[in-house]
T-cell receptor, first 113, second 111 residues
Framework: AQSVTQLDSQVPVFEEAPVELRCNYSSSVSVYLFWYVQYPNQGLQLLLK??????LVKGINGFEAEFNKSQTSFHLRKPSVHISDTAEYFC???????????FGTGTKLQVIP | GVTQSPTHLIKTRGQQVTLRCSSQSGHNTVSWYQQALGQGPQFIFQ???????GRGNFPPRFSGLQFPNDSSELNVNALELDDSALYLC????????????FGSGTRLTVV
């Protein structure tokens, strides 16, 4: 069975500083990987996804993530954060050939002015 | 996009509730998730072609329907206090890996 571990529950960072949100996954088969963002009292919005090919994936709002198969990781990065990036971020995995998506417990990104 | 109704709901323990979801145009698969406060979304079940196509660790009192227009309902019987959560509907296209399109959710409070 697939699973996702987000190592940090909260990450405070100053505005315009870089940030990395960590995600590790576990699966015995090939996977697709996703990052979603959730703003307060809203649903989840897809930031980016890894399906195949290049291990560096670029998403919306200047975010990018790198798939590392040997370390089973899919960390999310942004070189310079803005106040508007304050939200909760969820890493998610689905096994190839299956529709079910499993989510991590989330990382709250707090951008400090 | 995906629309869910109602946005908020308060029910009494033991009652029954129906939540509704309209899929994004062109999507034929609907998944339901429960998100308790401070937690990640937990998979309840998924529907494809009106059939349940996978289920998470939820009791049978959680049930669903998918209609010919690919809209969906989530029904919960005999509500318990722990059922208080944000219920999220997500639509997708079977066979097209690409993640979900989520609705904004229904906030259910059981008192």
């Amino acid at each position: 069975a697939q699973s996702v571990t987000q190592l940090d529950s909260q990450v405070p960072v100053f505005e315009e500083a870089p940030v990395e949100l960590r995600c590790n996954y576990s699966s015995s088969v090939s996977v697709y990987l996703f990052w979603y963002v959730q703003y307060p009292n809203q649903g989840l919005q897809l930031l980016l996804k890894y399906l195949s090919g290049s291990t560096l994936v670029k998403g919306i709002n200047g975010f990018e993530a790198e798939f590392n198969k040997s370390q089973t990781s899919f960390h999310l990065r942004k070189p310079s954060v803005h106040i508007s990036d304050t939200a909760e971020y969820f890493c998610a995995v689905s096994e190839v050939g299956y529709q079910k998506v499993t989510f991590g417990t989330g990382t709250k990104l707090q951008v400090i002015p | 996009g995906v629309t869910q109704s109602p946005t908020h709901l308060i029910k009494t323990r033991g009652q029954q509730v129906t939540l509704r979801c309209s899929s994004q145009s062109g999507h034929n698969t609907v998944s339901w998730y429960q998100q308790a406060l401070g937690q990640g979304p937990q998979f309840i079940f998924q529907y494809y072609r009106k059939e349940e196509n996978g289920r998470g660790n939820f009791p049978p009192r959680f049930s669903g329907l998918q209609f010919p227009n690919d809209s969906s309902e989530l029904n919960v019987n005999a509500l318990e206090l722990d059922d208080s959560a944000l219920y999220l509907c997500a639509s997708s296209s079977a066979g097209v890996p690409g993640g979900y399109t989520f609705g904004s959710g229904t906030r259910l409070t059981v008192v």
